[in-house]
């Protein structure tokens, strides 16, 4: 059974940094994208930013500049740096990946459990 395993929200204030990290395990042939999402209450889960298998990033505007995406493919990891956090990034951040479960074409979501960061001013 495939599972992502996130560590590292918390509490920070405005202008502070904090890294998220996610480790998928069990069994699988390979993953493709991986990447984070955040929601807040009342307000539909939106991407932040996503890396490829070839280590290609993409981020949501709102971040760019101050948040960085890596992967080390070898540990089936992948890290979010936030750096000048703001309120706004206030969300449950949560790890995705896209992964092959077995040889083949069939490729399914998985998602961790979710991981709470607060800005405070």
């Known amino acids: 059974q495939v599972q992502l395993v996130e560590s590292g929200g918390g509490l920070v204030q405005a202008g502070g940094s904090l890294t998220l990290s996610c480790a998928a395990s069990g069994r699988f042939f390979s993953i493709n994208d991986m990447g984070w999402y955040r929601q807040t209450p009342g307000k539909q889960r939106e991407l932040v930013a996503g890396i490829s298998n070839a280590g290609s990033p993409n981020y949501v505007d709102s971040v760019k500049g101050r948040f960085t995406i890596s992967r080390t493919n070898a540990k089936n990891t992948v890290s979010l740096q936030m750096n000048s956090l703001r309120l706004e990034d206030t969300a449950v951040y949560y790890c995705?990946?896209?992964?092959?479960?077995?040889?083949?074409?069939?490729?399914?979501?998985?998602w961790g459990q979710g991981t709470q960061v607060t800005v405070s001013s």
């Open positions: 995705y990946a896209a992964i092959r479960p077995t040889i083949g074409p069939v490729i399914r979501d998985y």
